[in-house]
């Protein structure tokens, strides 16, 4: 599977080179050139990451970011001139994935973006996981249970991914918020609680209980006898 990666960047020249370069590298890349309504193209291309530069027609990147925030998840990679201390925490505390400056190093961008992809989308080593009968589709996002779907978000999709690797022992809890969040200072630890809290609401919801079992001042386990509602 090709990972679709878009170039939010208004130098035409840029745009050339970062998509070349991109679709020489096993990507599929696409540019938007109509900026009053790339939020639009974002929701219509659902690319799997987004190289977006701050300084653009109308709206700067740091609102397009805290836009796209609003409905997804998608790693995103700021790629600017821009390159004040200022400039880095505004796009890390807006959302951003990661802070590449102009003229950027070749080498150390594709290699953010392979890091941020593998990260965001362990789908790619293989196509699902199972344990007691709740199947994890990787490249669709979605948990089944005796033919019964629901769709996960990205987050909800890396926690169940490291549960599942790591099946019938404790997943401590600041394990799994540095595999997720990178361990961010800014990352509340409740934001796990509140990420395992609508994962379970789900699994409920196609009729398995009791699947993530919590360790009182440790972390979650799964792989224990659960109980199902089929």
Known sequence: MKHRILIIEDDTVIQAQLKTLLDGNGYEAEVINDFPVSIEQVKSIQPHLILLDIKLPGSDGFVVCSQIRAFSNVPIIFVTSCNTDMDELNSIMLGGDAFVTKPYNIAILLAKIASLLKRAYPATEQEALSCHGVVLHLESGKI???????????????????????????CLRGDIVEYLWDNRLYVDDNALSVNIGRIREKLSGIGVRDFIKTKHRQGYIIGTENETDI
């Open 144 to 170: 089944e249970y005796a033919g019964r779907q629901t769709d996960l978000t990205k987050n909800e999709l890396k926690i169940m991914y490291y549960l599942f690797k790591h099946a019938g022992t404790i």
